[in-house]
């Protein structure tokens, strides 16, 4: 395989349109799972939470992670280009092969899987044949401020939303379904505090690794779930009346 780097401004250029479809289409009407799906108890059509997570996930990791394996001859420089596909990768072994196993989550709509899939094969292909076949960077980018910035932001917004899943996993006991208040950490401040940890650790890794695809992704992140936590704020306020009138919805203290 070699780069095409029409391919990459393609699949680039769509996602961005795939992210401002998903805005117009979720930003009245929230995507229907979780504390958001119309009929609950129905049974049908479902798929175990852990079960479905797993599945959904599952190629983010495992594409570039082949792309990686497969490329041939391997590429072992610069040091800048492994690390950054290692980062992706490691994020999606947490989401693949941990997040699922604890999740004490509703059974996940089968179609959204569906498209959830889809979504994870398109992004992970785009984003590891962009880092393994495209991608130069100087020798010494490890050390440049774009990387080193971007790193950081990555970490700490992985940090939060692997501690605010944690917060949210502690509000139900085994085999429970209801919803509470969430509390600690920064949902102290958001509700979306999950959601506000991915975005900037997306956003992170596109400054560290100052690509399109990956611009193109946390832009993407930005527009799925930024109007879920305005949803999942606005289901707060209407379902507790004792819910926190200074919380905020996604950003603390601003909105
Ligand atoms: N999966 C990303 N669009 C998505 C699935 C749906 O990883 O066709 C995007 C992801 C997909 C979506 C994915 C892409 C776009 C799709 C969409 C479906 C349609 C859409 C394909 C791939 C589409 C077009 C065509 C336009 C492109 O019972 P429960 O399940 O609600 O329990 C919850 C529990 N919980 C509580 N428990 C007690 N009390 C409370 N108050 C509680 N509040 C919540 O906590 C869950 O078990 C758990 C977390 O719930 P929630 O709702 O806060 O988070 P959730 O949305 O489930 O996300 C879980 C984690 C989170 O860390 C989030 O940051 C990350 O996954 N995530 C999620 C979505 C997308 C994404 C990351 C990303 O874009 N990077």
């Known amino acids: 395989m070699q780069c095409f780097p029409s391919l990459v401004l393609a699949l680039s250029s769509l996602l961005g349109a795939l992210a401002l479809l998903q805005l117009s289409l979720y930003l009245r009407v929230p995507s229907r799972y979780g504390k958001h799906e119309e009929r609950l108890c129905r049974p049908r059509g479902r798929l175990p939470a852990r079960c479905a997570w797993f599945l959904q996930e ?9 792309l990686l394996a497969l490329r041939s001859p391997p590429r072992l420089e610069p040091l800048g280009c492994r690390l950054l596909c290692c980062l ?11 997040y699922p196993f604890f999740t004490r989550g509703r059974p996940f709509p089968l179609q959204l899987l569906f498209f959830g899939m889809l979504f994870c094969i398109y992004n992970g292909f785009l984003q590891g044949y962009y880092l393994i076949y495209c991608a130069e960077y ?4 490890c050390t440049d401020i774009r990387f080193t910035s971007g790193l950081l932001l990555f970490l700490l917004g992985m940090g939060i939303n692997i501690h605010s899943d944690l917060l949210l996993r ?20 958001i509700s979306g505090a999950n959601y506000f940890g991915e ?21 993407f992140t930005l527009c799925c779930i930024g109007p879920r936590a305005y949803h999942h704020h606005r289901y707060y306020l209407k379902t507790f009346t004792d819910y926190p009138k200074s919380r905020k919805a996604l950003i603390p203290f601003v909105f």
């Open 138 to 141: 100087p020798n010494d980018w």
């Open 88 to 98: 992706f990768c490691w994020h999606y072994f947490y989401r693949t092969f941990i």
């Open 170 to 189: 502690q509000l139900r006991k085994p085999g429970e379904v209801t919803y509470k208040i969430p509390q600690g950490g920064l949902f102290t401040y």
């Open 58 to 66: 599952l190629p983010s990791f495992l594409v570039p992670a082949l």
């Open 199 to 219: 975005i900037v650790e997306w956003f992170g890794f596109a400054i560290a690794t100052w690509s399109l695809p990956a611009f193109a992704f946390a832009f």
